[in-house]
């Protein structure tokens, strides 16, 4: 089972460029989550997304845009990136609403912003 | 203000030697405790939930207690593969939708 997907992996940008990351589920998930790690910071939630077509910013959504595509896909859109951007982007899944349950995590997409 | 810590934040075991991690939380409307283990270069992976004090988990060589202002993670002779950071997240009640607080994790090490 793939379970969530997330592309890129890895994406350097330059400051001012846009990017989008892009995650998908086979789960059947309702619910999707963006969150970022940065180091001696707890996960972050950016946005969420707890069915198709709802969205709702979460603890750090400045900067960001989000789309739930349909069930599967949730991607993450940085419209003018930031050196302060620089994190790692964790996309996430849930069969219940808001960490209600545990959390399907990707792997990762690691951005670096110069 | 809601706040999760974990402590220690790193922790050097030799194979065998058994410990425990610490994850204590003032929030109001606890609804839920989850630990999760994540690998360098990985997500996070779910381990355990916990939703009342008292209440324990166990998972191979990991077991998981929850008090009113506390969960402990023991780990009962750890093996090299036991080595990852341990996140514990708490979730709490908030209105129309609850939250849910991530701490910094605990830096596990387990030499063999």
């Known amino acids: 089972n793939a379970g969530v997907t997330q592309t890129p992996k890895f994406q350097v940008l330059k400051t001012g460029q846009s990017m989008t990351l892009q995650c998908a589920q086979d789960m059947n998930h309702n619910s999707m989550y963006w969150y970022r790690q940065d180091p001696g910071m707890g996960l972050r939630l950016i946005y969420y997304?707890?069915?198709?077509?709802?969205?709702d910013k979460g603890e750090v959504p400045n900067g960001y845009n989000v789309s739930r595509l349909n069930k599967r896909e949730f991607s993450l859109r940085l419209e003018s990136a930031a050196p302060s951007q620089t994190s790692v982007y964790f996309c996430a899944s849930s069969a219940l609403a808001m960490g209600a349950g545990e959390l399907f995590f990707g792997e990762g997409s690691r951005l670096t912003v110069l | 203000e809601d706040q999760v810590t974990q402590s220690p934040e790193a922790l050097r075991l030799q194979e065998g030697e058994s410990s425990s991690l610490n994850c204590s939380y003032t929030v109001s409307g606890l609804r839920g405790l989850f630990w999760y283990r994540q690998d360098p270069g990985k997500g996070p992976e779910f381990l355990f939930t916990l939703y009342s004090a008292g209440e324990e988990k166990e998972k191979e060589r990991l077991k998981a207690t929850l008090t009113k202002k506390e969960s402990f993670l023991h780990i009962t002779a750890p093996k090299p593969e036991d080595s990852a950071t341990y996140l514990c997240a708490v979730l709490r009640y908030g209105g129309a939708t609850n939250k849910l607080i991530f701490g910094t994790g605990t830096l596990l090490a387990v030499q063999p």
């Open positions: 997304s707890a069915s198709e077509g709802t969205t």
